[in-house]
């Protein structure tokens, strides 16, 4: 049995040529027999021991700080913020790296929940006032933005150079507002980098938009840059 | 000898926990096949009792604060029944319980390696010497042992654990980076699925085709698959606007050093043309690449490339810094020059040797590279028992690059019998239709 157009010899019962994948004619009607099984692999869990390691220097960490704070003034003092930072860097860094299958969707919320009180403890602590103008809704909006990103790349099977083109045209936005909080709270002059920002994350993200849009362009960028 | 409980990865080895990803790793393949299915207890049987003899084989990827090393293990790896595609992703869970897998599927046996055990030679060696125990264990047959099966009732050698690159590193450390090379590509398969096409041919008439064009099969090989990519990037690439074609060729140190050790003793070399300088044919792409060939790998010149590794290795700054930073840096110098000057793998196992009992059980036994982190096909030869297998995988949909190799073959008189694992498990059929 060969293929008319390769000139390849084919296992007997080959339907169509490996190769070229031109249709065989197989009249007697045989099935070739398979090199390999059906069987496909188990998607097994694989944990890195990296995020027990970090767990561990994590705490160690915590209890180390706590120790030479109580030592040398009897209280936690500046000890405070740093196990505050701590507790966050688990949270975002750590936390995640012990499920199975961390489904952003969930921890992106966490993350933002446990950044704002963060933010709002530093405020606090400090005596600032920037908390409710500045850091709460620039928190606030990033944490919105960067979950309905993870869950339209999760949930939708299709369109993710859309998506990204978006996200990077809304952050484009953002970075505008960015500037205005600031301007509002700490009195610094308006559009002074926003713009450029603005400016480049709109390229940028129209072009992934048109990648997105158009099939034969997107089927050029997935083949040249091996997607 | 005392039992040895670890090993320091070889100077080849250490590169590859560093490049490992979360859906790419480097392994390969070497695999058997019998005149008679494969009995799975009595393969367990051989793969314990193989054991002692190939304490660098059985082994789980460890992490040490500055380098990852190689730990024995106590129990051996269960075997398995082979998946849909072979190189299936090896995480590092199951690194951590043992760096080398043992599958079979009807008449054949496949021994899968993580790369920073051994390399092809090493590979293949432990591959006859199971396929000897289990025929032993199985019918009983007495094997004149020999250097490519292994007598396992042996105590291992010093030199066959020995780590050959630093024993022969030169004195001066020479590398040479060109421009780089033109990239292949392709739309990635969803999942982990790699496509295999295996060319069968008769290695007396490979090797005499060969040679009328002046060249050792590899040379030919590799001329032949230069042709056909210099011809892919023409109909991609505007004319003066090509990049430097090379294809990445294995050299097997052992014999340039007499060394005999079953680890890593492996350099590649890229070997190529710049299309730009103008057409070349067939005869003058196998001229370049043996003449190339001829030049570089050389004892002095390779002593040379093994110390810059080697010196790398040593440095005293660079053995203080933590293994995660050290890899971050080794992932970057990979990206950005270990892949980037050939385009793809032709990794010539050459003639593989069996003692007459053994001979009269396999039919065939054949050798797999699986594709690189950043480029899609790679191709790998062995030869036995009068039959030379070409198998080439890939990740990616399509299939051009092999259609055109293998037709330009057929085209210069091999004739050649094309199998593929896509008429396999209907899951793996769906996979690459759905891909195309």
């Known amino acids: 049995m060969y293929c008319v157009k390769c000139g390849v010899k084919l296992q007997e019962g080959t339907e169509k040529c490996p190769l070229c994948g031109t249709p065989v004619w197989n009249p007697d009607g045989l099935s070739a027999e398979s090199t390999y099984s059906s069987r496909m692999p188990d998607k097994t869990f694989d944990r890195d021991p990296f995020a027990a390691f970090l767990t561990v220097l994590t705490v160690l960490a915590a209890v180390a700080v706590s120790a030479v704070c109580l030592v040398l003034y ?12 701590l507790l966050l860097f688990f949270v975002i860094a750590v936390l995640p790296f012990w499920f199975r299958d961390p489904n952003p969707v969930i921890f992106l919320p966490i993350d933002t929940v446990a950044l704002e009180l963060f933010l709002l403890f530093l405020c606090l602590r400090t005596g600032g006032h920037w908390f409710m103008s500045f850091a709460f809704p620039c928190a606030g909006i990033m944490g919105i933005i960067g979950t309905a990103t993870a869950a339209l790349l999760k949930y939708l099977r299709k369109g993710r150079y859309i998506v990204i083109g978006g996200l990077q045209i809304i952050l484009g936005a953002f970075c505008i507002l960015l500037e205005f909080f600031q301007h509002i709270t700490f009195d610094t002059a308006m559009f002074r980098w926003s713009l450029f920002a603005t400016i480049a994350l709109f390229v940028s993200g129209t072009f992934l938009i048109c990648v997105g849009l158009f099939r034969p362009l997107r089927e050029f960028v997935n083949r040249v840059f091996y997607i | 000898m005392k039992k040895i409980r670890w090993f320091r990865l070889d100077t080849a080895a250490l590169i590859f926990p560093a490049i490992k990803g979360n859906n790419w790793n480097n392994l390969f393949r070497v695999s058997a096949t019998l005149k008679e299915e494969v ?4 393969l367990q049987t051989a793969v314990i009792n193989l054991m002692p003899r190939f304490p660098s084989f059985y082994v789980k990827l460890r992490k040490g604060l500055f380098w990852n090393y190689l730990q024995n293990i106590d129990s051996p790896p269960a075997v398995r029944e082979d998946y849909a595609y072979p190189l299936v992703f090896m995480g590092s869970a199951e690194m951590r319980t043992c760096c080398l897998r043992v599958l079979y599927y009807k008449n054949r046996i496949a021994a899968e390696f993580f790369h920073s055990v051994s390399d092809g030679t090493g590979g293949s060696i432990y591959l006859r010497t199971l396929v000897g125990e289990y025929l032993r264990l199985r019918h009983g047959i007495t094997i004149e042992y020999n250097d490519s099966v292994l007598d396992p009732g042996d105590k291992p050698k010093v030199y066959e654990l020995e780590d050959s690159f630093s024993k022969n590193a030169g004195k001066i450390a020479g590398r040479e980076l060109g421009r780089k090379a033109y990239r292949l590509s392709g739309i990635r398969e969803k999942g982990d699925f790699k496509h295999l096409i295996t060319a069968v041919t008769d290695s007396g008439i490979l090797h005499a085709k060969a040679r009328e064009h002046g060249g050792t099969v590899t040379a030919f090989l590799a001329g032949v698959m230069l042709q056909t990519i210099i011809e892919i990037q023409s109909e991609e690439v505007p004319e003066g606007k090509e990049k430097p074609v090379r294809i990445t060729i294995p050299v097997n140190m052992r014999r340039l050093f007499g060394s005999r050790t079953l680890r890593n003793f492996v350099l590649t070399l890229n070997l190529g043309v710049d299309p730009r300088t103008g057409p070349y044919t067939l005869d003058e792409l196998i001229g370049n690449i043996t003449n190339q060939l001829a030049l570089k790998a050389t004892k002095q010149n390779m002593a040379a490339e093994i110390a810059s ?18 890899h971050i840096f080794m992932k970057m110098g990979y990206s950005s020059y270990g892949e980037q000057l050939g385009c793809i793998n032709i990794s010539n196992l050459g003639v593989v040797e069996c003692p007459d009992p053994l001979k009269d059980y396999i039919d065939r036994i054949e050798f797999i590279i699986g594709p690189q982190q950043t480029y899609p096909n790679n191709c790998s030869v062995s030869t036995f028992n009068g039959k030379t297998f070409i198998n080439m995988i890939r990740n990616t949909g399509g299939s051009d690059l092999e259609r055109r190799f293998l037709t330009k073959l057929v085209e210069l008189g091999i004739p050649l019998s094309v199998e593929s694992n896509d008429i396999g498990g209907s899951e793996s059929q769906c996979t690459a239709s759905s891909a195309e």
Request: hydrophobic share 50%; net charge positive.
């Open chain 1, 74 to 85: 009897g209280r936690l003092e500046w000890g405070s913020i740093v196990l505050a930072a």
């Open chain 2, 39 to 42: 009995d799975p207890s009595v």
């Open chain 2, 309 to 326: 590794n080697v010196g790398l290795q040593k440095n005293l700054f660079i053995r203080a810094v933590p293994i995660d930073i050290k």
